[in-house]
């Protein structure tokens, strides 16, 4: 009904807030949700309570860090999901995690423009739009007058990534889908080939932009944030039931 309806978009929205300022741990089931805003369902509303009730099981939820005498460690992790929401969508999903002395700073999980026909075809789109966040953070910190490295290291856990920025496969497929003309090409190879930009390859288990782009299930849910954060995730309860909200059983099956 048209309360239900007022109550879900209002729900949300303070979701969104926080996925995008401080929870970076719900920003991938909070998109999901926003997904369903033009035409919500029971579901759908039942999915933002149970999120919601995440956020207050973890209230105690904070990012920080010792500060440091040394040049700044800045990591750039880039993912994506290949037609991941298969159920609503076709579209692959891109997310982006930067930190800075092993402290999130900034990180995006958002749904790719279009639909694209393979997975290596979604990593790179995915890595031009982590080059696009690792040049506005190094902006932000030159106008703040802080140190940062100036090469961007992007990790990536899919291997044909690199090869296709660094032009390293003269018969490589991927020419048949991907136009070289396109300015977000360009850019990302002029970037590797002036030396601006390296792409890197990471285990899968140690992306840390792996939590921004797929519904996963709870114990692994938990130990990617644990690996973002450093620290042991702290529940207000003794048992860990509502953690399940935010796993595959509630928004990603």
């Given at each position: 009904?048209?309360?239900?309806v007022k ?107 279009k639909t ?19 040049n506005w ?117």
């Open positions: 009904n048209t309360e239900e109550q879900f978009r209002s729900l949300v929205g303070s979701l969104g807030f926080y996925s995008v300022s401080l929870r970076y741990d719900i920003s991938r089931s909070v998109c999901r949700v926003q997904q369903m805003q033009s035409e919500p369902t029971e579901g759908a509303l039942d999915a933002a309570i149970r999120i919601a009730a995440y956020v207050g099981c973890t209230a105690d939820f904070k990012i920080g860090g010792a500060v440091v005498n040394h040049l700044n460690d800045v990591e750039y992790f880039t993912d994506s999901d290949h037609a991941g929401d298969a159920g609503l969508t076709y579209r692959s999903h891109t997310g982006i995690m930067v930190t800075l002395n092993n402290i999130p700073i900034q990180w995006k999980s958002q749904q790719q423009p694209v026909l393979s997975p290596a075809e979604a990593e790179i789109f995915a890595c031009s739009e982590g080059l696009k966040q690792a953070v190094r902006w932000i910190a030159r106008d703040l007058q802080i140190k940062f490295p100036s090469v961007a290291v992007l990790q990536v856990d899919n291997d044909q990534v690199r090869s296709f920025v660094n032009a390293t496969c003269a018969k490589s497929r991927l020419r048949t889908v991907i136009s070289m003309r396109w300015a977000w090409v360009q850019e990302l190879r002029q970037s590797a080939e002036d030396g601006s930009c390296v792409i890197r390859h990471v285990k899968t288990v140690n992306n840390k932009a792996d939590i921004m782009t797929k519904c996963l299930e709870a114990k692994e849910f938990k130990r990617q944030v644990e690996q973002v954060q450093g620290t042991k995730l702290k529940f207000k309860r003794k048992d860990e039931v509502l953690l399940m909200t935010i796993g595959n059983g509630l928004i990603g099956g």
